[in-house]
């Protein structure tokens, strides 16, 4: 799998980092939706068993092996200057262009 990241993308992506290390994780919401779900972008700290890593020329992405199958093998990260959200896409299909960015690295888990 791999990820393509415009300019803009990887700019504001970087901005998100806040100067700190991090992962961008691609997953797919179910939890308390209240609709099928929605692709959102996690800042984890570290990569989990059962994570993969994204192929990406950016910074490091990675997807639950359980979820890279809703994922064309590649696709694309856009944004919009004017808006904190980001735009998934492929060449057949749009995942969202209201991809959100969720910071996990400071939220404990049970």
Do not use: W
Not at 33 to 62: A, K, M, Q, T, Y
Request: hydrophobic content about 35%; glycine content about 6%.
């Amino acid at each position: 799998m791999m990820i393509q990241v415009t300019p803009l993308a990887e700019r504001k992506l970087k901005e998100r980092l806040e100067d700190r290390p991090g992962f961008f994780k691609l997953f797919y919401d179910t939890e308390g939706c209240g609709c099928d779900g929605i692709n959102v972008l996690l800042i984890v700290s570290e990569v989990e068993d059962g994570d993969s890593r994204i192929e990406s020329d950016s910074r490091p992405f990675i997807v639950s092996h359980q979820q890279e199958i809703f994922y064309e093998d590649k696709i694309r990260l856009d944004a919009e200057e004017r808006f904190s959200s980001f735009k998934l896409d492929s060449d057949s299909q749009i995942y969202g262009k209201n991809i959100l960015v969720r910071d996990m690295r400071n939220v404990s888990t049970f």
